[in-house]
């Protein structure tokens, strides 16, 4: 057997092992959004219900487009699946690149995947119960008299699930600022420095990602800047647990 046919044999047995994962990806999404379609209108009114409660009492949600009260439930469907199946598809990721890591690797990799996961569901949590009552109370109070709101339901889908991903990646605040330490990037005193920075930066994405209102534009900026805190505390613990550890075997 020549080189190059060992070479190719262990490259066309990690596509054959990527492959299978995707597979098993795909599959768990599809199970999951076959099992939730038969709910697929009950979980968009579960969605809607932010914006329902500060409706005016003969106002409703409508329809533009004709196919719109059928297939925007299913893209709805679709993603609640994708992000159930979170843990199936982080599941397969970690199984396929954990070979090739060092044991200080994994034990460094595992967790943040799993506290990334929850900080990003913690997100969408907050944009549901605290951003979205504040936000719609304020938009629909606004509205100039004369003028009924009635949104249209694919275009709140979209919002809502705009704030959702701004909120979730919002909330990896954190899991950034340990990554940047841990990989030597910066150092906690570095990153503090950039406090300022970050503040500013905060404000500046919370226009970007939100209605153009100071309540919701606030709602995301506050959290930045939190959690920032908090990514900056828990990566000065890591820095000082890494050199307990080097003193310990030195």
């Given at each position: 057997m020549s080189e190059n046919d060992e070479v190719e044999q262990p490259f066309i047995s990690h596509l054959i092992e990527l492959r299978n994962r995707l597979l098993r990806v795909v599959l768990s999404v599809l199970v999951v959004f076959l099992?939730?379609?038969?709910?697929?209108?009950?979980?968009y009114n579960f969605l809607a219900q932010p914006l329902m409660h500060f409706l005016p009492e003969n106002s409703s949600m409508?329809?533009?487009?004709?196919?719109?009260?059928?297939?925007?439930?299913?893209?709805?469907?679709?993603?609640?699946?994708?992000?159930?199946s979170v843990p199936i598809i982080l599941y397969q990721f970690w199984a396929f690149v954990a070979p090739g890591l060092y044991s200080h690797e994994?034990?460094?990799?595992?967790?943040?995947?799993?506290?990334?996961?929850l900080l990003f569901a913690l997100g969408m949590v907050f944009a549901y119960f605290v951003v979205f009552p504040l936000v719609f109370g304020f938009l629909t109070s606004a509205a100039p008299e004369g003028v009924t709101v009635?949104?249209?339901i694919a275009k709140y889908l979209d919002f809502v699930l705009t704030m959702f991903f701004a909120?979730?990646?919002?909330?990896?605040?954190?899991?950034?600022?340990?990554?940047?330490?841990?990989?030597?990037?910066?150092?906690?005193q570095q990153l503090a420095d950039k406090r300022p920075y970050v503040i500013v930066g905060a404000f500046v994405i919370g226009m970007f990602l939100t209605p153009p209102d100071a309540i919701s534009q606030t709602l995301l900026a506050v959290p930045i800047w939190l959690l920032f805190e908090?990514?900056?505390?828990?990566?000065?613990?890591?820095?000082?647990?890494?050199?307990r550890k080097r003193i310990a075997k030195g």
């Open positions: 099992a939730m379609t038969p709910f697929a209108n009950e979980i409508v329809a533009i487009d004709v196919v719109s009260p059928f297939l925007t439930p299913f893209k709805l469907v679709l993603v609640a699946a994708i992000f159930i994994k034990r460094m990799i595992a967790p943040l995947l799993v506290a990334s996961t009635m949104t249209d909120f979730g990646m919002a909330f990896e605040v954190p899991i950034v600022t340990i990554v940047l330490v841990w990989a030597g990037i910066m150092t906690p908090a990514g900056l505390l828990f990566s000065r613990l890591f820095v000082r647990k890494g050199k």
